[in-house]
């Protein structure tokens, strides 16, 4: 509406007026806390774990190196070693290749040297009560429906996150028989639209939204929130473009076909990890103490970060319409 | 005859009105005032109570010429204020939606202007004002931390009186007399600021010239009148009605010609307007049967209100046509309250005993919006539901003396009803005081206190966009315990001392998290609330010095305020406005017969914002700051000296002028509103405080007729 114009603007003029100065931060934190960030789901065979160092806020010089690191992954008690993937400017990450199932508890804990040993355990949800169809929407797009069903009556908002990943292999066959058919593998991202299935009346014009973007286990995800079952069929719409599987080069000594193939994935999403993912933090109005302290600290024991488990359901890898 | 002044005394404290006070016999209302306060019990044996007459209302340092009993209350021990120069009442460690405001005896939704910068009360009508931190007496209730009593003033039933008031910003008129000797009285208060006044010159200059037009002020209103009629000396009839009420508007007009076959004229822009306040009306009668029994008796009807439209209009000329589209969007919500309630005093050698009912009903229109297009088509008219709740109260106290002994036991009973959920609350209310000598009381006290309506408002500032919305099978009423006990010691015939301690507990504290928007969703507004627990304790000591011409006063407050709310943290944490430490020095000296100077100095601990504790650095994401605990950090401490300077003057028709000259925050002392954590060019971390009010110099003229 017009009016917020004229209210911030009565906001900014207040804002105009005052005057500013820096200090000291207020702060003494007692040394430096282990960051993790996971999320295992089923599905999928491999969790990647990140671990990092959090640096005390007065002490920032830039990200520090974490030695001695010591992680433990375990699914219903049994211990599995992640093993140590990459090393990105301090970010440690680590892959578990333990295959999980709803229902299961996945416990994370890490050490380093240095900083204390932090702890978190989350179940993987079940998967979404849903249905999912498909259809050519308009030429170079495919339209994805979820019919969600919420029977429960709780009235607890339930969270999703809807994650699309694609595959181009060109395949590349021989005129000559005995030679054989080679095949070129490349990973696609998809720009995907979505709108929240939830209408809200909510003007965002602080900072926060009912949906969001975000990058999850390697993986763009678009999350988002229910209405706590008001709507029990909750219809959840997605436009993928494609290009038609065609062959995309033939001569005389050989065909090359290109193939698309894509995974659509439906997340159910604890409430902490969506907080976690879409916090209502508006740093100004927290600063000032004008809202409530919605800080999404995760579920970290020790430490900070995230590792909750999501509920996947998955549509199994597709091919494009020819 | 003491039968009869304690009657009086506790019709007094319970309907605020006996006797058809004279506004401007002043010396018979004291002389009254001091027989009956003399009878009753003295509110220093009460643990918690305030009584302020208008002399201390007015006697502070009046911000922009403008007195305000809120910021006077602010003053008081146990009262955070929140943010600097907004009408906060934090009480005890209450929010400050948990306050019963009641203007003579009617329950205010909206108290003050300009998102808090000023009270709604008009000084010039107000008579007294009775707050309670604790110790609640049973007739009060339905919110939980504070109870600010005001009570105004009946006009004179012998001649015409009043009084006109300039100030820097806004200017009031008073006026009262008898409308028939000694049978009916009328009191009219008018204030009205003229900001908008002083703007549109300046917008008119900038305007000049040029084809777009800006035009947009903003003003409030405050309306306050009341009808006494005495058709006996046992029977008093009140008719009184308020309207407070603030005003914004913005305008950007752009005069605009379009050349096609022939000239076009038409005109574009926008148009806000933002109507909100609170109007209240009421009628009562109070009858006294015999020198040991009264009644009273109330019907009122009390609403606070937000009208917000938009207007936009835009033109497209093509093939020499001339196309003008109209939007125009309002949006209106209200909360409304109307009861009736009577009550019944008795008094006996060593009881005296009260009793009473009431009976509310309040509905809610939390939003209706209505979109047209040009013309009278309606786009959509869309609303929320209504909501309706039942209030039925009932409440019986009796406050026993033997000797030094004095004990008010009282209980209240509170039935709520609403959206199909039922909710009965008994609290007990306890006070007591023991005259250890003729000048030491010890006292206590104790009470439960509920609270069934609760404001939604996206940020912590008094905007007209706050709704208040009722309990429900969802949103369950707060609840609240507290006890208190202390001690008043008259030290000397100057030095008197009052030292007290509080421990205080919240159950279903609420808070709206919805703070996704300006506008609260009112669709889903009751899953916004998250819900909680919150504890405060502290001590208070207050110290006064008395004389002739000097008047001194020392109010010290330790506290501690917490809450725990689960999906903000797992343990306890401190609340925002926990402020360790508060200090308030008051002095006043009669320099000469005329001239009479105040000042007042502030200290309290810093308000508490929450601050990133540690940093990430994570690959795509960038620099993270990471938040360990809410309300972690302590902003720098406050203070500030308010001085302020009378001169009374005898006009040559005997009447009496007075210029007062007031400076805000004396020595500029520039104080954190909000703190903020950035990274700077040297990719370091640094705090950065952001301060608001400097030194506000202001005068006020009255005068009185």
Redo the contacts between chains.
């Keep these: 509406m017009r009016k917020i114009p004229a209210i911030l603007s009565s906001l900014l003029l207040i804002a105009a007026l005052s005057c500013e100065r820096e200090t000291d931060l207020p702060l003494k934190p007692d040394g430096g806390r282990l960051y993790l960030e996971c999320f295992p789901s089923n599905n999928h065979d491999t969790t990647y774990i990140k671990l990092t160092a959090a640096v005390p806020i007065t002490e920032y010089e830039g990200p520090k190196e974490l030695s001695n690191i010591m992680m433990n992954f375990r699914v219903n008690g049994d211990s599995f070693a992640p093993k140590l993937y990459s090393e990105d400017n301090y970010v440690y990450t680590y892959i578990a290749d333990v295959p999980l199932k709803p229902g299961d508890i996945v416990s994370v804990d890490a050490s380093a040297e240095g900083y204390p040993q932090i702890t978190a355990s989350s179940s993987v949800p079940d998967e979404a009560d849903m249905e999912m169809s498909r259809e050519i929407y308009n030429y170079g797009t495919l339209r994805h429906k979820f019919t969600v069903r919420r029977n429960d009556g709780s009235g607890q908002k339930h969270y999703y996150g809807v994650a699309i990943r694609g595959v181009c292999r060109m395949e590349k066959t021989y005129a000559d028989s005995d030679r054989q058919p080679e095949t070129e593998v490349s990973y696609l991202r998809y720009d995907y639209k979505m709108e929240s299935p939830v209408k809200s009346k909510d003007e965002d014009i602080l900072g926060y939204k009912t949906i969001k973007q975000c990058h999850v286990n390697g993986t763009d995800m678009v999350i988002f929130e229910d209405d706590g079952g008001k709507t029990q069929n909750l219809e959840i719409v997605v436009d993928i473009p494609y290009q038609q599987d065609k062959y995309w080069v033939v001569v005389e000594d050989y065909k090359i076909f290109r193939r698309t193939l894509y995974n659509v994935e439906m997340f159910r999403i604890p409430k902490e990890a969506y907080e976690y993912l879409n916090p209502r933090i508006n740093e100004s109005l927290l600063a000032a103490g004008l809202i409530p302290p919605f800080i999404s600290n995760g579920n970290i024991s020790g430490g900070y970060g995230i590792a909750s488990c999501m509920g996947c359901t998955s549509s199994g890898w597709i091919g494009n319409p020819i | 005859m003491k039968g009869f002044l304690t009657l009086c005394s506790i019709f007094l404290a319970f309907l605020n009105v006996c006797f058809p006070a004279a506004a401007d016999e002043k010396e018979i209302a004291d002389t009254l005032e001091r027989v009956i306060i003399s009878a009753e019990k003295s509110p220093i044996a009460y643990t918690g109570l305030k009584r302020l007459d208008r002399k201390e209302l007015i006697a502070g340092t009046a911000v922009l010429g403008t007195p305000d009993v809120i910021k006077v209350l602010q003053n008081i021990s146990g009262v955070a204020s929140g ?1 600097e120069l907004m009408s906060g009442l934090y009480v005890h460690g209450g929010d400050g939606s948990d306050n019963l405001f009641l203007l003579d005896g009617v329950p205010l939704f909206q108290v003050s202007h300009l998102a808090g910068l000023f009270s709604s009360f008009n000084t010039d009508i107000i008579q007294s004002a009775d707050f309670y931190k604790s110790g609640f007496p049973a007739r009060y209730g339905g919110k939980l931390s504070s109870v600010v009593d005001i009570t105004t003033t009946d006009g004179s039933m012998e001649k015409f009186g009043g009084s006109v008031s300039i100030g820097l910003i806004d200017g009031r008129i008073n006026l009262n007399g008898p409308i028939v000797k000694n049978k009916l009285s009328y009191n009219v208060a008018i204030r009205r600021s003229w900001l908008d006044a002083i703007i549109a010159p300046i917008l008119a200059f900038n305007n000049s010239g040029s084809d777009t037009k800006t035009k947009g002020g903003y003003a409030l209103f405050d309306s306050d009148v009341n009808l006494a009629y005495a058709p006996t000396k046992s029977d008093k009839i009140n008719f009184r009605f308020f309207a407070g009420t603030d005003h ?1 508007s ?1 305008s950007k007009i752009t005069q605009e010609k379009y050349y096609g076959k022939e000239i076009y004229d038409a005109e574009s822009g ?1 148009k ?1 307007n ?1 109507k909100w306040g609170n109007i209240a009306a009421s009628s009562s009668w109070n009858h006294i049967f015999s020198q040991r029994l009264a009644l009273s008796a109330m019907l009122y009807y009390s609403k606070g209100y937000s009208d ?1 439209s ?1 207007w ?1 209009k835009s033109n497209d000329f093509s093939d020499d046509v001339l196309t003008s589209g109209t939007f125009t ?1 309002t ?1 209106v919500s209200s909360a409304n309250a109307a009861g009736i309630k009577s009550a019944l005093v008795m008094s006996f050698k060593h009881h005296n005993l009260s009793a009473g009912i009431e009976y509310r009903s309040s509905w809610y229109n939390p939003s209706h919006t209505k979109v047209k297009t040009k013309g009278e088509d309606i786009m959509t008219d869309s609303g929320s539901g209504k909501y309706l709740s039942h209030e039925v109260s009932a409440f019986a106290e009796d406050e026993m003396t033997y000797g030094p002994f004095s004990l008010t036991a009282g209980l209240r009973l509170d039935g709520y009803f609403a959206d199909g959920a039922a909710y009965f609350r008994p609290q007990p209310r306890l006070a007591a005081s023991y005259n250890i000598t003729d000048d030491i009381i010890a006292k206590a006290s104790y009470e439960a206190m509920s609270q069934y309506s609760h404001l939604l408002s ?4 008094d ?1 007209p ?1 706050n709704i208040w919305m009722p309990s429900t099978s ?1 949103v369950k009423p707060s609840d609240s315990h507290q006890a208190a006990a202390g001690i008043y010691a008259r030290i000397s015939k100057n030095w008197h001392v009052d030292a007290s301690g509080y421990y205080r507990s919240i159950r279903n504290c609420l ?9 609260p ?4 507004w009751e ?1 916004e609330f ?1 819900s909680g627990k919150g504890r405060s304790y502290g001590a208070e000591l207050e110290v006064k010095y008395l004389s002739g011409k000097f008047l001194g006063s020392a109010a010290y407050t330790l506290s501690w305020s917490e809450r725990k709310f689960d ?3 797992s343990s306890w944490f401190r609340d ?1 406005f926990d402020n360790r430490h508060k200090l308030t020095l008051t002095a006043s000296y009669r320099i000469t017969e005329n001239i009479d100077i105040n000042a007042t100095w502030n200290f309290h601990s810093g ?15 960038g620099t993270k ?12 401490d406050y203070h500030r000296l308010d001085l302020s300077c009378n001169f009374h003057k005898k006009t040559k028709r005997g009447n009496e002028s007075i210029w007062n000259i007031s400076i805000y925050n004396t020595y500029c002392r ?1 104080n954190p ?5 950035t990274i ?1 060019l040297e ?10 009010v400097p030194i506000i110099p202001s005068f006020s003229y009255t005068l009185k007729f």
């Design positions: 943010m914004f913005y926008v806000t933002m917000i938009d936009q969007e949006s996206s940020i912590y500032i905007l966009t969802i808070i709206y998290s919805g703070s996704g928007s300006l506008f969703p009112i669709d889903k899953e998250i999906e903000l943290h925002r308000n508490r914002v929450t601050v990133p504790e540690h940093i990430v650095n994570l690959p795509g994401t700051f990471l938040f360990s605990e809410p309300y972690n950090a302590k902003m720098p520039m509103i909000l703190m903020r954590t700077n990719n370091k971390p640094v705090a950065t405080i952001y301060s608001l």
